[in-house]
């Protein structure tokens, strides 16, 4: 995946959702300077998670089914708390601000108490490592 910065106040070609969220078209990411971090990690999991056949025709609507958007989420939470002066938690804060909703009320609880699943899933693709290290290639 190739990360492409759009200039400022220009549309997000493959945005879902519009700017200032992140887009997606083919083996592209695309964000602005005001691109949220929640919103480029989130689109950049559904890259790494989708099967290498979604990835080829990709082009705004990264699809998939719940499993796998949880998937994403659990992903993105992952990575972020490898990013100097980011991690989980706040991570965790901008997606319950921008609307991310999760059965038990918040990104945060959802994360520590209720993801197994969401992680048994990425093991099994070779996403994370067993101990949950994210392992920089896409799902398999």
Known sequence: MALT???????????????????????????????????????????VCMTDERRRGLHTDAGG????ESAVCYLQIRIADQLPGVGA??????MDAWGYSFRLGSAWNWYQHDA?????????WGVLTTDGSPTWRCRH
Do not use: N
């Open 5 to 47: 910065k759009v200039d400022a106040l220009a549309p997000i070609p493959g945005s879902y959702w519009g700017p200032p969220e992140a887009g997606l078209i083919g083996h592209r990411l695309y964000v602005r300077h005001d691109t949220p971090l929640h919103s480029a990690l989130h689109e950049a999991c559904h890259y």
């Open 65 to 68: 089914d719940d499993a796998e």
């Open 89 to 94: 938690e706040r991570l965790c804060r901008d």
């Open 116 to 124: 197994d699943d969401a992680r048994a899933l990425l093991v099994r």
